[in-house]
Antibody, heavy 121, light 107 residues
Framework: QVQLVQSGSELKKPGASVKVSCKAS????????MNWVRQAPGQGLEWMGW????????TYAQGFTGRFVFSLDTSVSTAYLQISYLKAEDTAVYYC??????????????WGQGTLVTVSS | DIQMTQSPSSLSASVGDRVTITCRTS??????FNWYQQKPGKAPKVLIY???SLQSGVPSRFSGSGSGTDFTLTIASLQPEDFATYYC?????????FGQGTKLEIK
């Protein structure tokens, strides 16, 4: 069965970096683009962008350029989100979500369990 | 970017009630539209894709309708496990924006 398993919670100081992993299983990793979605405490879902798992080409939503980097290691079917120069406002749960096209429509059909990143001094 | 206006932001209802949540988009998106359910501490789960198609494994009391700019999620008879937050999403064009969510609470 399809599973996306993310790395555990992180507590970081402002200015530090964090790398969140998302390991996929149960399907061909390079057949589905991987998305990243942020959810700040008590807030809604915010699409951060995606990475083409075939080419490794990332696309970032506005507001997620510069300090945010999506990457892959296809040998272990894993996607990564790295955030540099962390700020308090980066405190959130970060989800990876697989993208499928069903009846011609893009849908995020499988999600990781989420990784809480807390930025605090 | 396409703006999503979801209403209501919160809703109190009882087990057995029929509930409707609506979402309006700032431009026409045909049926490139999805609904997700999120329970506290859990990842979102897709309920409806392509505006009206029920995701495999989702109970038939959930239904979606609409196209263009106006969309509706209906829960025919609320069950205890349906109390959660619901999000709409457009997948017509990047960025794939979400609505602000509707928190469905027990009355």
């Amino acid at each position: 069965q399809v599973q996306l398993v993310q790395s555990g919670s992180e507590l970081k100081k402002p200015g530090a970096s964090v790398k969140v992993s998302c390991k996929a299983s149960g399907y061909t990793f390079t057949s589905h683009t991987m998305n990243w979605v942020r959810q700040a405490p008590g807030q809604g879902l915010e699409w951060m962008g995606w990475i083409n798992t075939n080419t490794g080409n990332p696309t970032y939503a506005q507001g997620f350029t510069g300090r945010f980097v999506f990457s892959l290691d296809t040998s272990v079917s894993t996607a990564y989100l790295q955030i540099s120069y962390l700020k308090a406002e980066d405190t959130a749960v970060y989800y990876c979500a697989r993208y499928s096209v069903v009846r011609g429509v893009i849908v995020f059909d499988y999600w990781g369990q989420g990784t809480l990143v807390t930025v605090s001094s | 970017d396409i703006q999503m206006t979801q209403s209501p932001s919160s809703l109190s209802a009882s087990v057995g009630d029929r509930v409707t949540i609506t979402c309006r988009t700032s431009q026409s998106i045909s049926s490139y539209f999805n609904w997700y359910q999120q329970k506290p501490g859990k990842a979102p789960k897709v309920l409806i894709y392509a505006a009206s198609s029920l995701q495999s494994g989702v109970p038939s009391r959930f239904s979606g309708s609409g196209s263009g700019t106006d969309f509706t999620l209906t829960i025919a008879s609320l069950q205890p496990e349906d109390f959660a937050t619901y999000y709409c999403q457009q997948s017509y064009i990047s960025p794939y924006t979400f609505g602000q969510g509707t928190k469905l609470e027990i009355k």
